[in-house]
């Protein structure tokens, strides 16, 4: 028997998401278990579904690290070790926010680090394969990225409401919906150092019509999310996703077609 892939899934939230993907491992349409599912906050509803489902849960409740620590780890002087350092440069995403204040931006970086030095205690015990997040509201820093990943090869999964590279960030949708746009999307992507700027996996399209309201659009696309980010792990699983870097050295996922990928199922 093949063995199966392992992944570990964080939301914040309903989960949605990561019950449409656990219900697909359970279905046979993704060769993968789900070993884990960890939140950053306490209350995420998500967290109950899974635990009716016997799916081992955990919570590193960002908000204790950010609320206890920001200000210790710059009285502590923490902002001038190397390692937060280095997080802080290769982290691009944070370069942008707080209107550029370099204090506050390490600040920030400061108490990440913190928590998902926590985080990245719960995933090793569990020995996955990828690390998928389904709603998770945080942005990871390139310390969580650089020990998830082994090299060249990317283990962390994300999907965003919207067609990256277009309208990044919290919502997608919503941006989406008020430009006025006649297509809507959803976007699987690998997680690089940027807000929602990794290579892209698969993406999926919906309409919309004139006289449709938000939650209407909302809805339409989280239909497609289900289905296009069970299809983007089966593709990990196969093996068919391979990050290459194109002429202008952007990477990009390549997927290799089933016929001629010795991986292939």
């Known amino acids: 028997m093949k063995e199966k892939l392992r992944i570990g899934i964080l939301i914040s939230g309903g989960g949605t998401n990561m019950q449409a993907i656990v219900n697909a491992c359970r279905d046979g349409l993704v060769d993968a278990d789900v070993v884990f599912v960890g939140a950053d906050n306490p209350d995420a509803g998500g967290l109950v579904w899974a635990r009716g489902q016997e799916i081992p849960t955990f919570v590193v409740d960002y908000r204790v690290f950010r609320d206890n620590l920001k200000h210790a780890c710059l009285s502590n002087d923490y902002s001038n070790s190397d390692l937060v350092q280095a997080v802080f440069e290769k982290s691009v995403y944070v370069h942008e926010l707080f209107n550029g204040d370099k204090e506050k931006q390490l600040e920030h970086i400061c108490w990440k680090v913190v928590a998902e030095t926590e985080l990245l205690m719960k995933i090793r015990e569990a020995k996955i394969d990828l690390l998928v997040l389904a709603g998770f509201m945080q942005i990871c820093t390139s310390y969580l990225i650089d020990n998830m990943n082994q090299g060249d090869d990317m283990r962390i999964m994300n999907i965003h409401p919207a067609l990256l590279p277009a309208f990044p960030g919290t919502d997608g ?9 006649r ?9 690089d150092y940027g807000e929602d700027s990794g290579p892209i996996i698969g993406q999926r399209t919906f309409p919309i019509y004139t006289g449709d309201t938000l939650d209407e659009v909302k809805k339409r696309g989280l239909q497609e999310e289900y289905l296009l980010f069970p299809a983007c792990i089966q593709l990990f699983a196969e093996k068919r996703l391979q990050v290459v870097k194109n002429d202008d050295g952007r990477k990009v996922v390549w997927i290799a077609e089933m016929h001629n990928h010795p991986n292939a199922i």
């Open 183 to 191: 297509v809507g999307g959803c976007t699987v992507h690998f997680v």
């Open 173 to 181: 949708y919503s941006d989406t919906f008020r430009h006025g746009c």
